[in-house]
Structure formats: structure tokens, C-alpha cells
């Protein structure tokens, strides 16, 4: 499916990145191999999986679902999951949205674009949201808002630190304005945490755009991003059509945001769990006995 | 009036924009300038005055009349120090206990190079979380268009009343047609899907009042809002600030129908 797409036009450049989500289990989908576009070596689904979804030739990124994503840095067996019941319903009634819900939840496996929980990171006790690129491309609907406040809420409670990891696409259109203000619902939620004295880790992931980095992804105070994530507020295609010429080549990437002072540090997939954890023990956190 | 009815009017070029509410409602408005960290987003206003004997900060996003106002105000699409510009005066505001006026009218936050160099995402996230907190009174009110977070930014209020044929929505219609649908001719029907109009939003919870327009004679309007925001923010005013911010959070935290 890359290889034939990549001379395509993209619909959507978003879309269209190289490092496509593969959350798809080996053979979910009769699919076992994929092309990495970067150096066009033919990979294992499964060894793609078992390397982090990072290309054992080149060391590109592919993107990575939310269960993959907790795996990774959560301490074995220690997560939780929380909100699993809150589901985006049909507030407006737009017109195939349900189709549209009903599609994602298949090809995700999931039943909303973030998977929250509490678990253990090198022993400390945090509360952790990761995003699902598989389930419209990690779109804001009122579901999504409402567990990542939930999240907030229940760790300002329990005086736990927040880790995030953010991919998403922007707001849910077909929510409309529910879906805008789903922004201002979990700034708030972030706002009390952060006032309560606690820590916020935002691991921005490609692509992070829209309305989640104009709320949640960029309230951290500390924000990370993985090497080469798309990072923006307007997405590079309508960037293109306002100003009428091409972008530069690294633009909105994350090496680009660090040059412009808005993440503290890139950090690759193979050192994000050591990372966390020396973030998570330097705010006082302590390993739960 | 339908609701691609009321874009073309809350667009139209004869309607008053920030600047005609700041100069027909208050009194002694004192324009301050700038972000302190960049430069003097002119596409946003800011400053302080007086409503009927009140001290308070007024910030409004402006597009201007003719094509030159226009081209200044960058057609009322704020970059990153604009938002910035607008906390600066929100921060003072809570500093002085005055309360806040924002007037809202934008296509949305510009989308270009500078914009995102200087971090479009992150000014609104900030301004957006500041506002949740800031103890002080917030009314925002939508007189023409209300285009997704760069209007949000502004309207982070304890109240948000809009204009009757005002539009407030999370993207414009032309703009949810040509991507849902690939099809821009079908702007009219992505105009009734989104629930954009005053009456829908009325309906959603999303604004508390809906101020009746009459014709191309705004006078009504401004001694309607005159006296009401007047009256409003004293009430408001008289709240202990830190319980108005927990309410605030309340008015937000209840948006999102979702099954349990």
C-alpha cells in the first residue's frame, strides 16, 4: 500500500507522510510486508514491530499505535487503563459520521483515538495518555477531550505526573464547535494539574497539528519530540496554498522546533523510556515500593 | 436566514468590526501596543477604557474597512504575537482587577511561515490555559466571525454572547467541504452540518445570549451592549475571582456528549 502510494498525489499531506502508521498486527489485514520509504528496503511487518516500527536498514521512523506506544515505556504489566468507556457519539448528527466511527474503531482496534491509564515508569507512578494515528488520524471529538480531562482530573487527585504522547490530525470536524471546544475543556484540565504543582511531559509524535498542538501538546512543561515529527498548527498543505510557494525542506519538523525554542529536547524511540524516567525521578518522583 | 445565509452576512465588508464596537460602546480607550516579545500585531487591539464609569481592558480582533486597513490588519488573522499581545493585557488586567471585554471577528489565526516559526500552536495553548485561570471577569462577545482557535483564543469567558448573524465554528464551511467531501460546491450544506449560527450555538450551550441585529443600524446594539456588559461584569465583578475561574472551568468542562 506505501510503495504504490508514494507516487501518488497525497489527498492530504498529513496523510501522505512517509512513515504511515502501521499499527496493523502482521497479517491483520493480509498484509505482511511494507516498503520503508526511505530506503526502500522491503520489511517484515513483524520485524518491523519487533525493532520499535523503526526501519533496521535506515533507522526511520514508521509511526506507532497507542498499545505499542504504552508498551514501550511502561513498566511490564503495570498499566491500567482508565475511561475506556467514553466514546465519541454523533452530537450533530453529521451526515456519515457514524460510518466514519465505525471504520476507525475497526481498522484502530480501538474504541477512541487516545488510550489513558495510570502504569509505572522505571518504578514511578504516573498517569499516561498516548494517541491512536489509526483512528482518524488522532482527530479532538468530544470523547477524546473528555478522557484526556478525566486523565488530568484523576492525576491532579492522586498527585500523579502526566506523560503524553500526542499524534494527531487536529480537531474532529464532524463535532464542529463541540469538538472546538474540547481545546479551551482540556487547557483547563492541564491548567488545574499544572497549578497543583505537578508534572506535565508532552511527547509530541508524528504528526502533532491543529487544535492538540494549539492545547494539550504544547502545555507541558516539559516538551519532547521524537526525531522528524511533523509539529504545527496549520498543516503544511494549507500553508503552501496561503502563501503560494513551496515550504522549506525541514519546516515544522521537530529538529525545526527546537532551533525555534518550542521543545526542550528531541529524543529518539530507543532512549525515550530512560529519559522519562530521569525526567520523572529529577520532579520527585519515586519508585512505588 | 440559513446558515451559509448568515456566513455571507457575518463576512460582509459594510459590517462594523472591532475597532466600531471599541469606539461606540466605551469611553476614554487608551490603545496599548505590542507583545513585548516580538513585535505589534495590528490585527489585534487591545487597550484600556471606561463602560459607564468601569475601568476595563479591551481586546478585539480588528479586519478593517478599506482594502489598505485591510492589508495592515492582516484581514483580522492574528500571528503568534497577537495572542500574545492580548495575554499581556489580559495578565494586566487581572493585575488592576479590571475586568476583560474581548470582541471577536476573525477567519482564524493566519497560517504561514512566521506564524508557525514563532509558534502559532504554542501562543494559542498558552493564552487558552492562561485564560482558564485568570481571576478576573472575561465577557467575549462573536460580531462577525468566529473562525476555530484563533477565535477561541478570545473567547475563554465567564459569559460569550453573539451576534445574531454572527458564526462561530471550528472550521469554515468551504474548508470542511473541500475535505470531508472533496467538493467545494457543497459549502451551503457543510454550513448546516456544522451548527454554526447564533441559534445553533444558543442551543448547544455553546454562547449564553444571542444579540438581535437590526438592519445596517448598529445604534441599538451598542446602547444594548452597553448597558448590559456594564451591568454584567459588575455582577460578575462582585464573585470572588478565584470561584469565577472554577466556574469558568465549569462552563467549559460540561461540553462533549459522549456515551458512558
Known amino acids: ?289 | 436566514m440559513s446558515a451559509i445565509e448568515s456566513v455571507r452576512a457575518a463576512r460582509a465588508s459594510g459590517r462594523p468590526t472591532g475597532l466600531d464596537f471599541i469606539r461606540n460602546i466605551f469611553e476614554d480607550f487608551f490603545e496599548l501596543h505590542g507583545d513585548r516579545r516580538f513585535g505589534d500585531d495590528r490585527a489585534v487591539v487591545a487597550g484600556v477604557a471606561r463602560l459607564d464609569g468601569l475601568p476595563v481592558t479591551v481586546i478585539a480582533l480588528e479586519k478593517g474597512h478599506t482594502t489598505k486597513e485591510k492589508l495592515e490588519r492582516n484581514f483580522g488573522s492574528a500571528h503568534p504575537e497577537g495572542y500574545r499581545k492580548a495575554l499581556r493585557q489580559m495578565k494586566l488586567a487581572e493585575k488592576f482587577r479590571r475586568p476583560v471585554v474581548c470582541f471577536v471577528d476573525t477567519a482564524g489565526a493566519y497560517c504561514g511561515i512566521g506564524a508557525e516559526e514563532r509558534g502559532q500552536g504554542q501562543a494559542i495553548a498558552e493564552i487558552l490555559m492562561e485564560c482558564m485561570g485568570l481571576e478576573t471577569p472575561v465577557i467575549s462577545v462573536l460580531i462577525g466571525e468566529g473562525g476555530s482557535g484563533g477565535a477561541l483564543a478570545l473567547a475563554v469567558a465567564d459569559e460569550v454572547w453573539m451576534l445574531q448573524n454572527a458564526v462561530y465554528s471550528v472550521i469554515s464551511p468551504e474548508g470542511c467541504a473541500s475535505i470531508l467531501w472533496k467538493d467545494a460546491s457543497r459549502t451551503a450544506e457543510a454550513a448546516e452540518c456544522l451548527k454554526l449560527t447564533a441559534g445553533d450555538l444558543l442551543a448547544l450551550g455553546v454562547v449564553e445570549r444571542v444579540l438581535p441585529e437590526t438592519g445596517e443600524d448598529f445604534a441599538p446594539l451598542y446602547a444594548l451592549l452597553k448597558r448590559d456588559l456594564a451591568e454584567t461584569l459588575r455582577a460578575l465583578g462582585a464573585a470572588d475571582a478565584r470561584a469565577l475561574a472554577a466556574l469558568r472551568y465549569e462552563r467549559f468542562r460540561k461540553f462533549g456528549v459522549v456515551k458512558a
Open chain 1, 1 to 289: 500500500m506505501l510503495g504504490k502510494g508514494i507516487f501518488k498525489k497525497p489527498k492530504n499531506t498529513l496523510e501522505a507522510s512517509p512513515f504511515e502508521a502501521t499499527a496493523k498486527k502482521p497479517g491483520a489485514s493480509g498484509e505482511v510486508c511494507v516498503k520503508c520509504p526511505a530506503c526502500r528496503t522491503a520489511l517484515f511487518l513483524g520485524d518491523l514491530a519487533a525493532n520499535g516500527r523503526i526501519c533496521p536498514r535506515c533507522g526511520a521512523y514508521f509511526r506507532m499505535g497507542a498499545r505499542e506506544r504504552l508498551d514501550s515505556v511502561c513498566d511490564a504489566d503495570s498499566f491500567e487503563e482508565l475511561f475506556s468507556g467514553v466514546v465519541s457519539g454523533d452530537p450533530l448528527r453529521f451526515p456519515d459520521y457514524e460510518n466514519k466511527l465505525a471504520q476507525a474503531r475497526a481498522r484502530s482496534g480501538e474504541p477512541e483515538a487516545v488510550v489513558c491509564g495510570t502504569a509505572r515508569l522505571g518504578g514511578v507512578p504516573m498517569a499516561i495518555f498516548a494517541m491512536e494515528p489509526e483512528f482518524m488520524l488522532g482527530s479532538m471529538g468530544a470523547a477524546l477531550g473528555e478522557k484526556v480531562t478525566l486523565l488530568f482530573e484523576q492525576a491532579t487527585l492522586n498527585r500523579l505526573p502526566v506523560v503524553g504522547f500526542t499524534v494527531s490530525g487536529g480537531a474532529r470536524m464532524q463535532e464542529g464547535i463541540l469538538s472546538l471546544m474540547q481545546m479551551a475543556k482540556t487547557s483547563g484540565a492541564v491548567r488545574r494539574h499544572g497549578d497543583a504543582g505537578l508534572l506535565y511531559i508532552c511527547v509530541l509524535t508524528d504528526p502533532t497539528t491543529g487544535g492538540v498542538t494549539a492545547s494539550f501538546a504544547m502545555q507541558g512543561d516539559i516538551t519532547l519530540a521524537e526525531p522528524g515529527a511533523l509539529v504545527g498548527f496549520a498543516g503544511p498543505r494549507v500553508i503552501e496554498q496561503t502563501m503560494r510557494q513551496k515550504l522549506p525542506e525541514r519546516f515544522q519538523r521537530a529538529e525545526f522546533l527546537l532551533e525555534k525554542g518550542f521543545v526542550d529536547a528531541i529524543v529518539g524511540r530507543r532512549e525515550m523510556k530512560q529519559t522519562l524516567s530521569l525526567l520523572l525521578r529529577l520532579h520527585g518522583g519515586e519508585a512505588a515500593v
